[in-house]
């Protein structure tokens, strides 16, 4: 069965307090490793998709890599606007195209 | 550009009230079309799911079905709803194993 944990489940950071978030996942087959920010009372806002081990994606401040078993989050000198939550899905080769989504990483930033 | 649109923004219903939330998405052709929901702090529980007009997989059994009378409208109804259906609903959709993308959600709230 796929699965999708994230930890931890909260975060509190200083502005320009850099950090990661862990992804751990269980898939048979990865087809595509999914973060998303959401922002409290909003859908998720897509943010990276990684294929395969080794893959890295950047975005401003947020950076995304990839290993077999794990995806992190870096967040580079974070600033008070992104804090949200920051989910992690994957999709398998099996269950057609159902995501299965993480819980989510709370994430505080403080000024 | 597609462009995904959900409403109403909120809903508050008495127990034992129908509901019906709709759920629209523009510029794409045959997309896969998901509904979610969100309890609060908690990750996304997939509700129903489909890859075409009139075909809909159901997930979790409960109070709620699905339909999809055109290619790119999805509704989620009861006919009678729970204390248990209060939540945050979110629809979304994805080309094949594409990342999906979200709605903005509508809260629900059961008196």
């Known amino acids: 069965e796929d699965q999708v944990t994230q930890s931890p489940e909260a975060l509190r950071l200083q502005e320009g307090e850099s950090s990661s978030l862990n992804c751990s996942y269980t898939v048979s087959g990865l087809r595509g490793l999914f973060w998303y920010r959401q922002d409290p009372g909003k859908g998720p806002e897509f943010l990276f998709t990684l294929y395969s081990a080794g893959e890295e994606k950047e975005k401003e401040r947020l950076k995304a890599t990839l290993t077999k078993k794990e995806s992190f989050l870096h967040i580079t000198a974070p600033k008070p606007e992104d804090s949200a939550t920051y989910l992690c899905?994957?999709?398998?080769?099996?269950?057609?195209?159902?995501?299965?989504f993480g819980a989510g990483t709370r994430l505080f930033v403080k000024a | 550009s597609q462009t995904i649109h959900q409403w109403p923004a909120t809903l508050v219903q008495p127990v034992g009230s129908p509901l019906s939330l709709e759920c629209t998405v523009e510029?794409?052709?045959?997309?896969?079309l998901y509904w979610y929901r969100q309890a609060a702090g908690r990750g996304l529980q997939l509700l129903f799911y489909?890859?075409?007009?009139?075909?809909i997989s159901s997930e979790v059994p409960q109070n709620l079905s699905a339909s999809r009378p055109q290619d790119r409208q999805f509704i989620l109804s009861s006919k009678k709803l729970l204390l248990s259906d209060s939540g945050f609903y979110l629809c979304?959709?994805?080309?094949?194993?594409?990342?999906?993308?979200f709605g903005d959600g509508t809260r629900l709230s059961i008196l």
């Open positions: 510029g794409t052709s045959n997309p896969n």
């Open positions: 979304a959709w994805s080309e094949g194993s594409q990342p999906q993308h």
């Open positions: 899905a994957v999709l398998g080769n099996t269950g057609g195209f159902k995501t299965i």
């Open positions: 489909s890859v075409g007009i009139g075909q």
